[in-house]
């Protein structure tokens, strides 16, 4: 299994970047997809979730009302739609995936992208 990231970068204070993440070589048709971030000398933590069953998502507190997860199950792809980005968002960004449709049981993903910056700047 891969997963490819893509779409990081450097905006300012309230502006917006899109992250995508495609899969491949997955064993298994149904699955969590998932959005992880760490920030500098901090644990990482999950952002956002979506299954490829029907759709259902997570969004953790503190991106929601600003963050949009979305997939595209033919191209086994999901996004992150991040707008009014502030300095707190600065991180990396992981992708992961779990072999368990579902954004509920707090399960860690089993595959993880290699990442990708979000810096925002004040």
């Known amino acids: 299994v891969q997963l490819v990231e893509s779409g990081g970068g450097l905006v300012q204070t309230g502006g917006s970047l899109r992250l995508s993440c495609a899969a491949s070589g997955l064993t298994f048709d149904d699955y969590a997809m998932g959005w992880f971030r760490q920030a500098p000398g901090k644990e990482r933590e999950g952002v956002s979730c979506?299954?490829?069953?029907?759709?259902?998502?997570y969004l953790a507190d503190s991106v929601r009302g600003r963050f949009t997860i979305s997939s595209d199950n033919s191209k086994n792809t999901a996004y992150l739609e991040m707008n009014n980005l502030n300095p707190e968002d600065t991180a990396v960004y992981y992708c992961?995936?779990?072999?368990?449709?579902?954004?509920?049981?707090?399960?860690?993903?089993?595959?993880w992208g290699q990442g990708t910056q979000v810096t925002v700047s004040p």
């Open positions: 992961g995936i779990v072999a368990v449709p579902s954004c509920t049981l707090g399960l860690w993903p089993e595959y």
């Open positions: 979506i299954t490829s069953t029907d759709g259902s998502t």
